[in-house]
T-cell receptor, first 110, second 114 residues
Framework: SQTIHQWPATLVQPVGSPLSLECTVEGTSNPNLYWYRQAAGRGLQLLFYSVGIGQISSEVPQNLSASRPQDRQFILSSKKLLLSDSGFYLC?????????FGSGTRLTVV | DAKTTQPPSMDCAEGRAANLPCNHSTISGNEYVYWYRQIHSQGPQYIIHGLKNNETNEMASLIITEDRKSSTLILPHATLRDTAVYYCIVSGSYSGGGADGLTFGKGTHLIIQP
């Protein structure tokens, strides 16, 4: 079966610290992969998407970057976190109809 | 930018049908209507999608008007677990957003009352 794994579930990081969130999918090959962010009380914002290994497209200029080192692995990173980076980060994939989202990482920058 | 308009919130009694409206007056001929929902602190969940015909699955029914400018998601027997934010999305891709992702609006916060 097709599954998506995202970790950690929650994270508290100080301002200026680095960030690495990982997402992996199972049971599919060559998926489109996405990172979304949801700030408190706001809608979902698409941050990055990838159609293949090493191919990253950015939707919003920001303090974050993404990488896809393997077909089923998608990583969200930051060198120095800002307070405004706090939010709920969601990984998603699509193959065929609809999108499947991970369970999310709630990041609090303090 | 979201291409849909939804009421910000709705209430529905448990056991009754919940009817969630969505306006998409600028929809083009090759665009699908998708519905997702997001339960608090979870990722969005795909519900249903359609192009022109009405659709039904184990979760819900989707009624699309003949001119395709609006649609209604119907949860036939709402339960407390259906309390969530429901997003109506239009997309030209069969996968629901193509390679470049889904565009979410603010959705409708559906509250099921006991």
């Amino acid at each position: 079966s097709q599954t998506i794994h995202q970790w950690p579930a929650t994270l508290v990081q100080p301002v200026g610290s680095p960030l690495s969130l990982e997402c992996t999918v199972e049971g599919t090959s060559n998926p489109n992969l996405y990172w979304y962010r949801q700030a408190a009380g706001r809608g979902l914002q698409l941050l990055f998407y990838s159609v293949g290994i090493g191919q990253i497209s950015s939707e919003v200029p920001q303090n974050l970057s993404a990488s896809r080192p393997q077909d089923r692995q998608f990583i969200l990173s930051s060198k120095k976190l800002l307070l405004s980076d706090s939010g709920f980060y969601l990984c998603a994939w699509s193959v065929g109809v609809g999108y499947t989202f991970g369970s999310g990482t709630r990041l609090t920058v303090v | 930018d979201a291409k849909t308009t939804q009421p910000p919130s709705m209430d529905c009694a448990e056991g009754r049908a919940a009817n969630l409206p969505c306006n998409h007056s600028t929809i083009s001929g090759n665009e699908y209507v998708y519905w997702y929902r997001q339960i608090h602190s979870q990722g969005p969940q795909y519900i249903i999608h359609g192009l022109k015909n009405n659709e039904t699955n184990e979760m819900a029914s989707l009624i699309i008007t003949e001119d395709r400018k609006s649609s209604t998601l119907i949860l036939p027997h709402a339960t407390l677990r259906d309390t969530a934010v429901y997003y109506c999305i239009v997309s030209g891709s069969y996968s629901g957003g193509g390679a470049d992702g889904l565009t979410f609006g603010k959705g409708t916060h559906l509250i099921i009352q006991p």
